[in-house]
């Protein structure tokens, strides 16, 4: 375990919730469409000013849209708008403060707003004022957009084809030679992995992201022509420039089917005017978020070791390296037996937009401070790099989602959420945190929330579990004879964790009057390695007594009844409702979310591929009873229990067909109360980032069936036609 430091930080209190009053209202499920979401602080080089991406919902349109914010780090002003766009994403200061380059996808030529938008593109926003100008014009997009140390080039991430940058340049993206001829729309598939999540067609293996440069004009008339600096039949991704801006670092994975030998990305660099580029440093893993020293001599970046013999989990470390052709990493935090980069999993991350949790070096290049995810719960922490040792920053029941600092480290601007506020932004100045935004307090200061009851029970091995009881707002301990219903909701993953994150489902269920049990069993992160990864080839197994073991102890508080019990989840979760409903007949409803029921059919189908022994020791035909054993579809007679399945059409991740559909047609011949809820259009981000229209409609089925069983509340929508 980690040496505390002597100082103890302040804890981030974002939102005080009153107690209720008569004017106060109950959360519900439609107040989504009122919320808003802060995503990708960056601060100013002089740290007077954090530029942002807001994000809300257009109820009429069904859709979400972000824009550029800016508040003062004073927080003395409201956030003011930057920028007119509704898909504006990737603010970067430039290095004098005075430029903000950002990446936007303009509107439909035609102004249907219905129609395919362009694709996005690279522009710039002068600080003291005038419209944002586009400096790429690329048929492939523009992303990723990173400064150089002296402020006149910026690099960015685009896609090419087999023939180069000659590609990108011809508008259409097709050959110009014969106009005439046949385009096939056949699909000809030669690798293991052919579709993604959040693809709903198949994985390009004819384009790859690429690192471009383009020169930063001074006069907005003038048109700079991006340059290609990385090419081949691999992705590069991850920029960072060198300090004296000669040399650019990215990773990059260089085999083609990595999946054959569990390979991860390495830490290359390549000359920033372009040439050849070289093998900086790997580890017998995968290397992220890379950040080099202001000296130039040291790169320190994120690493997850695969594990002798291969895990199901591996915990990410914190390493240093030289920044020298073959140097030899130094995992800083092998002592430290926590999740270094890790956050906490909720349903109110930022639906678009991103959560980036840098390195940043201190002043001295002596520490390095970064974000840790331990027992539910994610905050800041020094790493002393001569040491390992590990100290905390910022302390509290708290999830830092994002975070930006100054060049000089002097200054943090970083994005909080608690379990009772969606996440506003806060200043760490002096060691201590100071909130300079509210952005949803005027919608949640007419709404009573529940503050949950963190617990810690004892499984059936003796081993501790953490979990939390949100109680109704009205919950009144006082009446001893009042039962409650109760639902348990299961996390995915199955390496995650929920926490202490604000996530609306587990409000909106205590305000429709239920208890709600949420615990971190055996196999969640932010508790060590060792508990990540004991589920390995025991999954699902004794994560389920974990759950159970929770809901028992609950009971024994004496305000739930028992004879009212539900379960749901999604993912991981969805498998495990599944497996829980063959176990036992306690719950008198489920809702089973992105499921699997039949390892054997997932194994085939997934988008990713299981080639390596990390959940299952074998290839299904190798070893068909335990594929079988650990199926809850193999124990379908066993259930009992009405349930749900609620399914994505384009879930990539877990396939329908081997999920719900095959549980819901079971169900059906055994007569057993089943219902199937189809999303269309939609993949396995259904909960945190589908359309919002249907993350609603998505909650009111869930809580909708368990009304029904648990509260004796007809819906006419699940009777049989």
């Not at 430029?99 to 362009?118: C, E, H, I, Q």
């Not at 992220?288 to 895990?311: E, H, Q, T, W, Y």
């Not at 299981?610 to 190798?622: G, N, S, Y």
Request: charged share 25%.
């Amino acid at each position: 375990m980690m040496r505390r430091a002597s100082v103890i930080v302040l804890a981030c209190v974002l939102v005080s919730v009153a107690p209720r009053a008569q004017t106060k209202r109950f959360i519900t499920e439609t107040d989504l469409f009122k919320f808003t979401w802060i995503a990708d602080p960056q601060l100013s080089p002089d740290g007077s000013t954090v530029a942002f991406v807001r994000v809300v919902v257009n109820e009429k349109e069904n859709r979400y849209e972000t824009s550029l914010f800016a508040v003062s780090t004073q927080g003395s002003e409201p956030p003011r708008r930057l920028t007119s766009g509704i898909r504006d994403l990737s603010p970067r200061w430039s290095p004098d403060g005075r430029r903000l380059a950002f990446v936007r996808t303009p509107n439909a030529p035609s102004g249907d707003m219905a129609a395919k938008p362009p694709a996005p593109q690279i522009y710039l926003l002068e600080m003291d004022g005038g419209e944002a100008r586009a400096i790429t014009d690329l048929p492939r997009a523009a992303s990723a957009p990173t400064w150089s140390p002296d402020g006149k080039v910026i690099a960015f991430s685009s896609a090419t084809g087999r023939d180069g940058q000659d590609g990108q340049d011809r508008k259409d993206g097709k050959d110009t030679k014969d106009t005439n001829e046949h385009k096939t729309d056949v699909q000809v598939v030669t690798r293991a992995v052919y579709r993604a999540n959040g693809n709903p067609g198949w994985v390009d293996t004819e384009h790859h992201s690429h690192i471009f440069t383009v020169r930063v004009p001074d006069n907005p008339a003038e048109k700079a022509a991006p340059k290609q600096i990385t090419d081949g039949a691999f992705d590069e991704g991850g920029v960072a420039w060198a300090p004296d801006g000669k040399t650019i670092y990215f990773t990059s994975t260089r085999v083609p089917e990595p999946y054959y030998e569990e390979r991860g990305s390495e830490l290359y660099a390549v000359p920033a005017a372009g040439g050849q580029m070289t093998l900086i440093a790997r580890i017998d893993g995968g290397i992220a978020n890379l950040s080099p020293s202001a000296d130039g001599k040291r790169i320190a970046f994120v690493g997850a070791l695969n594990g002798k013999p291969i895990r199901s989990y591996s915990q990410a470390d914190l390493w240093v390296t030289d920044a020298a052709p073959g140097s030899t990493p130094k995992n800083l935090t092998a002592s430290y037996d926590f999740d270094i980069g890790g956050g906490i999993g909720g349903d109110q991350a930022a639906p678009r937009g991103q959560s980036r949790k840098p390195i940043v070096w201190s002043k001295d290049g002596a520490s390095l401070l970064v974000v840790s995810a331990e027992h539910g719960s994610a905050n800041l922490k020094r790493v002393t790099i001569a040491t390992g040792k590990v100290d905390d920053v910022t302390r509290g029941t708290q999830d830092i989602v994002a975070y930006s600092a100054t060049a000089d480290a002097s200054k943090i601007a970083a994005l909080v959420s608690t379990q009772t506020n969606i996440g506003d932004l806060a200043m760490l100045e002096s060691a201590a945190l100071r909130p300079i935004t509210h952005v949803n307090q005027e919608l949640f200061k007419d709404i009573t929330q529940s503050e949950p009851e963190e617990i810690w029970y004892k499984s059936f091995d003796g081993k501790n579990i953490q979990g939390w009881i949100l109680k109704p707002p009205d919950f009144d301990s006082r009446e001893a004879s009042k039962k409650y219903p109760l639902i348990l909701e299961i996390h995915g993953g199955p390496h995650s964790a929920y926490g202490n994150t604000y996530t609306h489902e587990f409000q909106w269920m205590a305000a429709k009057g239920y208890v709600v049990l949420y615990t971190n069993p055996r196999g969640s992160t932010t508790y060590g390695q060792d508990f990540g990864n004991v589920i390995q080839y025991h999954y699902p197994g004794d994560d389920y007594k974990d759950l159970m073991a929770g809901v028992d102890e609950v009971l024994k508080k004496g305000y739930v009844d028992a004879n009212r019990l539900g379960v749901t989840g999604g993912s991981g979760g969805g498998l495990l409702t599944n497996w829980t409903i063959t176990q036992t007949t306690r719950f008198k409803a489920a809702v089973a979310q992105r499921d699997i029921a039949d390892w054997y059919g997932f194994w085939f189908t997934a988008d990713f591929t299981l080639f390596q022994p990390t959940w299952f020791r074998k290839a299904p035909w190798e070893d068909p009873q335990d594929f079988a054993a650990r199926s809850p579809i193999t124990h379908v007679a066993n259930v009992t229990t009405p349930t749900m399945f609620v399914l994505g059409d384009q879930d990539y991740r877990t396939p329908p067909s081997d999920g719900g559909e095959m549980m819901f047609r079971a169900l059906k011949y055994r007569k057993i109360p089943t219902v199937m809820v189809r999303f269309p259009r939609e993949n396995h981000e259904l909960s945190r980032s589908g359309e919002p229209w249907h993350r609603i409609e998505r909650l009111q089925h869930i809580v909708g069936w368990m009304d029904q069983w648990l509260q004796g509340k007809t819906n006419v929508a699940y009777a049989t036609q």
